[in-house]
């Protein structure tokens, strides 16, 4: 196990006297055992079953105890990685929830980079604390959709697809929403091209999603190269088509609806492309429910990684700008994803409407 280097004044909170995590944090309370420390806490980290009901009962008292600021960070990491979990993390405040590691790997490394992200975003509030690099978000965004265009010359041409250049596009896109993926949001929307567009949202979506939900940084990345990738197949489809204002005739949709086998196809033909890429390009318009195309897959079969793709592709597509019409208000975006039911993952629907309303309500207060 590694040293710790997290901030004096992090407190864990644990429910198991055991927890190797003891070791590494300056102040501890372990519910129903030790008592709270005295000092202000910096940050929070909560270790506990989140599906028993007396330590959720505990934590509570605990939590309301804790001496801490309203806009200290409060970090869950689940030790059962299900809906009843993440939804008590959420009805208890979390601004991060890291998901369980089935794996026993050590999960105070991802924790690092939860509160690397945290100092980066304190420092951006106060400018002579900063210790990263600032980061312009209309550069990154420049950046991201420039690898856009060539992947999209090239499949056109049909070359094959640079993945360093996907690489280095998801880099843009994780740099470009670190601070603020609000103001990314913006930034994109300004995009004419509604392909790129849209695909710089995904992303951007995807980037912050993974990474609320504790995807290592690994895998967070995979996820939006993927992600930028995710409708390469509209390459092959006419123009007129992916901008017609009204509804599409049965025959266009079923051309439009080839997109993303066109894509998988595309992309497996190099032999180079890794198989989660080539999974969500083909997967993501799959529902849970079994009426998603195009193979019609159900629950289980359709893996985090196309789910999380799924919800940000709906997402993405309602709030987009087209020319034909405005940007649909995120709250009714919402209101649409939660009105699907059983056809995406609730439990991600909720995660990212907590990490772009919140930020949204503070925005909208501090301009009052
Ligand atoms: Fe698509
Ligand atoms: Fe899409």
Redesign the pocket.
């Known amino acids: 196990m590694h040293s710790p280097v997290r901030a004096a004044g992090t407190l864990l909170i644990t429910d198991d006297r055991d927890d190797a995590a003891l070791a590494l944090f300056p102040d501890t309370l372990i519910l129903g055992v030790s008592a709270m420390p005295p000092a202000h806490a910096s940050a929070v980290v909560c270790h506990v079953a989140l599906a028993a009901s007396d330590a959720v009962d505990a934590l509570e008292t605990a939590l309301a105890a804790c001496r801490r600021r309203p806009d200290t960070p409060l970090i869950f990491v689940l030790r059962d990685d299900d809906p009843l979990s993440y939804a008590v993390a959420n009805g208890l405040g979390a601004t991060r929830i890291l998901a369980a590691d089935r794996a026993g790997s050590d999960w105070t490394r991802r924790l690092d980079l939860a509160s690397s992200t945290f100092a980066a975003k304190r420092s951006a509030a106060t400018p002579a604390g900063g210790a990263e690099a600032a980061v312009d978000t209309s550069t990154e965004a420049e950046a991201a959709a420039a690898v856009l265009a060539s992947l999209f010359a090239a499949v056109t041409r049909r070359a094959p697809v640079a993945m360093a250049d996907v690489e280095r596009g998801a880099t843009a896109v994780l740099r470009g929403i670190r601070d603020d993926l609000l103001g990314w949001i913006d930034v994109v929307r300004r995009y004419d091209d509604s392909t790129y567009q849209h695909c710089l949202l995904v992303a951007g979506f995807c980037a912050a999603l993974s990474e609320r939900i504790g995807f290592s940084g690994t895998r967070q990345h995979l996820l939006v190269q993927a992600a930028l990738l995710?409708?390469i197949g509209?390459a092959r489809v006419p123009l007129a088509l992916l901008n017609k204002p009204g509804a599409l005739t049965p025959a266009e949709a079923t051309v439009v609806r080839r997109?993303?086998t066109d894509g998988y196809y595309m992309l497996a033909a190099q032999g180079d492309i890794p198989a989660v890429i080539r999974e969500v390009v083909l997967h993501?318009?799959e529902l849970l429910d079994g009426t998603g195309y195009p193979h019609g897959l159900r629950g289980a079969r359709i893996s985090e990684e196309v789910r999380l793709s799924t919800v940000c592709?709906v997402y993405a597509a309602l709030v987009e700008r087209r020319p034909y019409r405005q940007p649909m208000a995120s709250r009714a975006a919402f209101d649409i994803l939660v009105g699907m039911g059983g056809k995406l993952d609730t439990m991600l629907v909720a995660a990212l409407s907590e990490m772009l309303e919140m930020p949204r309500a503070a925005r909208l207060a501090g301009a009052c």
């Open positions: 995710h409708d509209k997109h993303p993501h318009h592709d």
